[in-house]
């Protein structure tokens, strides 16, 4: 999730695109921490600092995966405050208290405000968008990446040299499974993941009748291999994969936020999709990695107060209560039709 010194943060799709349609543009850095001798920027340990925003989806793979991979004494982070205006991610000040762990002032730079500031540190002339996740290297000063999908997958391989063997053996992208995940990840990422955004940011009813179309197609392809998945409680079976890391940070802020948010109502989660219920509640509930990761404060108040495009008076809304039901809990309806049965 970004912001960019060169458009204003209403402006999601183009005022000139008379298509509406939301377009996502490419990370601007993509180098590498490399165990590989002579790399550029090689695995050690707190050399590197994570900065993210708990309310950004993309950014909370990062958290997630580093916390399975046992990497907290490696790569420190620290989250960007929620709100985020004309000039970006900003963090948080020292008199302010926000939920999370590490939603503080930057440790690294403590004369900086905004999170734009690493970026023109990094490139004085950067004409981008200044993205969360955003990994720094403290040694160089200046950033490794700002792409999820990679920054995950150094973290799955490149310092397990340096971990423990509990953790050196988590394998989040086994080799049996890769092709899978893949392919899954392609659909996955367009329609689901970037979908709900397409949908949101729309500014056409064209654009938005496509994107939310395809959006719950998606969903139903993915409650149809979970109600199918016979193997375990997470995507690929019984152990948790990539797959699982990349669709829990939007299907966990599905109701909370993108029902009503980004208009993707045609069902929410809770009442209109069991299997995937049951598996996003699994991983909140059960893996730390994933609930303790997951703060819902600064994601209800990050998109309605932020989104000034789409909710100019920065209203946010009381529900859904709670933002997740327990394991043992299903929304009424459910429960009244679950009782009948017995």
Known sequence: MSTSNEQKITNWVDPHDKSGEFKRGQSAFRSQISKKPGAEFPPEKGRYHLYVSYACPWAHRTLIVRKLKGLGEFIPFTSVHWHMLEQGWRF???DEKLPGENATPDPVHKDFAHLSQIYFKTDPEYKGRFTVPTLYDKKQGKIVSNESSDIIRMF???????LPEEYKNVDLFPKDLQ???????????DDINNGVYKSGFATTQEAYTKAVRQLFSSLDR???????????PYYYGAHITEADVRLYTTIIRFD????????????????????LHRWVRALYWDVDAFGSTTEFEHIKRHYTRSHRQINPFSVTPEGPEPPI??????????????????
């Open 92 to 94: 948080v000040t020292p």
């Open 156 to 162: 799955y391989t490149e310092f397990d040299d340096l």
């Open 222 to 232: 993915a409650e149809h291999h979970l109600a199918n998945n016979s193997a375990g």
């Open 325 to 342: 039901l327990p394991k043992d809990k299903e929304v009424a309806a459910a429960e009244a039709v679950k009782h009948a049965k017995h």
């Open 179 to 189: 092709k899978d995940i893949e392919e899954t990840n392609k659909w996955m990422y």
């Open 256 to 275: 909370a936020v993108y029902v009503q948010h980004f208009k993707c109502n045609i069902r929410d989660i809770r009442s209109g999709y069991p299997a």
